[in-house]
């Protein structure tokens, strides 16, 4: 089973700020199977970005994913305040699919 | 615009089997995708526990395929969910969801649907 590492737990941030979130797999991931997911408090995930960079329909062009291999990154250029939330990647492969264990994006 | 909602009991007794299935509208539970089924306890992360195609091939996360089975309805358009020899561990929000493929300069897969979950509590 791949293991995706989230880093940081918690990023604290304002407003206007750029937010860089990891993520780091345990072995080899194709880009294909990579994407991210941005959750708020009662609601269900919500697609961001698939395919490691493609954005997902509806979704702004501050939000950007880049990275391969075992390092990925989703980059928010300046928050907003309805980007504060709680963030996945997820990635498709071998014997399982595995969500990483999230980062939290609060208000500074 | 696909819609899926989770039923089944709020609580289930331990050592019991929780049943939950995923109502599929706005398009075919027929269609290329899989349908899967996601979990998240509380305040934690997200944990996928396997996966149907219409034509009932089926994949389970290792971790819990002993205990799952994951079934599908066609003339129903829905999917189903059982966990057998449920704790306390097993409580949380499941989620079912639609996994859908695109392909860009090679086949890429992702959750674009999801339910509004649904909780389930595990306790006597």
């Known amino acids: 089973e791949i293991v995706l590492t989230q880093s940081p737990g918690t990023l604290s941030l304002s407003p206007g700020e750029r937010a860089t979130l990891s993520c780091r797999a345990s072995q080899s991931v194709s880009s294909s199977y990579l994407a991210w997911y941005q959750q708020k408090p009662g609601q269900a995930p919500r697609l961001l970005i698939y395919g490691a960079s493609s954005r997902a329909t509806g979704i702004p062009d501050r939000f950007s994913g880049s990275g391969s291999g075992t390092d990925f990154t989703l980059t928010i250029s300046r928050l907003e305040p309805e980007d504060f939330a709680v963030y996945y990647c997820?990635?498709?492969?071998?014997?399982?699919?595995?969500f990483g264990g999230g980062t939290k994006v609060e208000i500074k | 615009q696909v819609q899926l909602q989770e039923s089944g009991p709020g609580l289930v007794k331990p050592s019991g089997t929780l049943s939950l299935t995923c109502a599929v509208s706005?398009?075919?539970?027929?269609?290329?995708?899989?349908w899967s089924w996601v979990r998240q306890p509380p305040g934690k992360g997200l944990e996928w526990i396997g996966e149907?195609?219409?034509?009932?091939?089926?994949n389970y996360n290792p971790s819990l395929k002993s205990r799952v089975t994951i079934s599908v309805d066609k003339s129903k358009n829905q999917f189903s969910l059982k966990l057998s020899s449920v704790t306390a561990a097993d409580t949380a929000v499941y989620y079912c969801a639609r996994f859908s493929e695109t392909v860009i300069a090679a086949p890429t897969y992702y959750f674009d649907y999801w339910g509004q979950g649904t909780l389930v509590t595990v306790s006597s």
């Open positions: 149907i195609y219409h034509s009932g091939s089926t």
């Open positions: 706005g398009g075919s539970i027929s269609s290329s995708n899989w």
């Open positions: 997820q990635q498709y492969g071998s014997s399982a699919l595995t």
